[in-house]
């Protein structure tokens, strides 16, 4: 299925740019041609039908040729962060049986370390020149033919990622062909993406976000995806914070006419805080869209205000892909809404007693689609509580408004319970928030022996501050079964790289 998607949107655009990134230009003609090429060379090294490559790469060209060929073999795409240590890494890879490895020089290293370790041969090949170890990436494309060796429709799977949860081991997601077209084409009639869109790509392609409202958007529709380049100095890449690049995607958005911008809360703050300067243009935005961090009314208003557009929200996760967002003509009102399901998506607010909610009464968001997974793997029990009826439970907690507009209100397993009572670690955050010494707070859970569950309070301060301060300011404002009983002050919070606090990490 995703074979024919690409075939057709090669032969009805074929001089379209498919993909730009830095210097490097591929038309969609030559998208399907270099796809074909990595196709019939992975084959060679003993690719088939449902073995397991894993792509630990960044966003760049490589990544989506590299989907579409492992999908024209019927075989299924690993998406990993390819900021991921040896450790983490070699779990992902010995979970999943991964036969073959696609990295870049970087990283190459690194994984070669795990494949040394590992009892089973999997092979790497790696993108660049002169790769330290492994194959390059271009000899396995190099000569190899443009044949299609898929001469059939598939609909097995495709795609296994992780679900990156606040708490438990990390579980994989196995998603068919089915599913991913599905998702591609629900993301491209909800959002009206045509091939004269340009999509800019800045948040994570292995992501289940980067993946859908970039990679599948621009490949479905025709679109032309443009790649923020990796920062690079003396030919050394490295990372550097936002706003340094902030000059660049404003570049790249005023050079590329950019219609569509998938980002997240923290990348518009950065833009909504751009100085005045006539020579900024981003009269081709048409569609603003940020997921994977609650969208603060500040960032949203100074956004609208600096630039005259509206961001909008959307909602996903990585069993479904994206299933809502609010396409509100006129958002203003509703800016902390993921607005409605997406085209062929069904989400219910459900109840405690089993019964769908009512307007306006808090439930947990139960998903149907034939973007979802059937589930997770080798997690029976974990299955048979949250995929019932055919539907996902998602473990957020909701509701909607009488027009059917979604809003997110918390999550349901990440409630504290402490002594018998189930305590809402936002509400705590919330109030610690308005202290004039903390710049920045999580509050989680942490185990004791004997004691169940306490509350400890993660705190990044400013300024002078002391344990005592944030206890004392809790005990004044909140019962004493929801004040921290453990305080760590931290240099900074973990996230995700879309901003998305790691929960887990702290308890």
Avoid at 7 to 22: F, H, I, L, M, R
Avoid at 163 to 181: A, D, E, H
Avoid at 255 to 269: D, F, H, M, N, Q
Avoid at 448 to 471: D, L, M, Q
Wanted: aromatic content about 8%; proline content about 5%; overall charge negative.
């Amino acid at each position: 299925m995703l074979n024919q998607m690409l075939d057709k949107t090669a032969s009805s655009y074929p001089d379209n740019d498919a993909v730009v990134c830095g210097e490097s230009r591929l038309t969609y003609q030559a998208l399907r041609e270099i796809v074909l090429r990595l196709a019939n060379g992975l084959g060679s090294l003993g690719i088939s039908e449902s073995d397991c490559i894993a792509l630990v790469l960044p966003n760049c060209p490589e990544f989506l040729i590299s989907f579409f060929a492992v999908s024209r073999l019927h075989a299924i795409a690993l998406l990993l962060n390819p900021s991921f240590k040896e450790s983490e890494l070699n779990h992902y890879i010995e979970d999943s049986q991964t036969k073959l490895i696609i990295t870049d020089a970087a990283r190459a290293e690194t994984c070669q370390a795990l494949i040394d370790k590992s009892d089973r041969q999997i092979k790497l090949v790696v993108v660049g020149n002169n790769p330290p170890c492994g194959v390059a990436f271009e000899d396995v494309v190099r000569g190899a033919s443009t044949e299609d060796p898929s001469t059939d429709s598939y609909e097995g799977a495709v795609l296994y990622q992780y679900t990156s949860g606040s708490t438990g081991k990390p579980k994989r997601v196995s998603r068919t062909q089915v599913n991913v077209f599905s998702q591609a084409r629900s993301c491209v009639e909800t959002l009206g993406v045509t091939m004269e869109d340009s999509i800019f790509c800045s948040v994570p392609m292995y992501h289940a976000y980067g993946f859908g409202e970039c990679l599948l958007a621009a490949t479905c529709s025709g679109a032309k995806l443009v790649i923020l380049e990796p920062y690079s100095k003396d030919g050394v890449v490295s990372e550097i914070p936002f706003v340094f690049r902030r000059p660049r995607v404003l570049e790249l958005i005023k050079t590329e006419k950019i219609s569509i911008l998938p980002s997240v809360p923290y990348v518009y703050s950065i833009l909504a805080s751009t100085p005045p300067d006539p020579t900024i243009d981003l009269s081709t935005l048409r569609l603003c869209i940020s997921a994977g961090n609650f969208l603060a009314k500040d960032i949203f208003d100074k956004f609208l205000l600096r630039f005259g557009l509206p961001i909008r929200q959307l909602y996903g996760c990585t069993e479904a892909g994206s299933v809502a967002i609010n396409m509100e003509a006129s958002p203003e009102h509703r800016y902390d809404s993921v607005g409605q399901p997406m085209q062929d998506v069904e989400i219910k607010v459900m109840g405690d007693d089993g019964n769908e909610a009512q307007p306006g009464v808090t439930g947990e968001l139960a998903i149907k689609s034939n973007t979802l997974t059937q589930g997770y793997h080798d997690a029976p029990e974990v299955n048979k509580e949250v995929f019932r009826e055919g539907h996902y439970f998602t473990s957020d907690l909701g509701t909607k408004d009488k027009d059917g507009y979604i809003f997110i209100t918390g999550r349901k397993k990440i409630f504290i319970d402490t002594g018998g009572h189930k305590v809402d670690p936002f509400e705590i955050e919330n109030l610690l928030a308005t202290h004039p010494n903390v710049k920045e707070v999580v509050v989680v859970g942490t185990k004791r022996p004997y004691a169940g569950e306490v509350i400890k309070a993660v705190v990044v301060a400013e300024g002078e501050c002391e344990e005592s301060s944030i206890i004392s300011y809790c005990q004044d404002k909140l019962a004493d079964f929801k004040t921290p009983r453990i305080v760590e002050f931290r240099d900074e919070i973990p996230k995700s790289a879309l901003g998305k606090i790691l929960r887990k990490d702290l308890i």
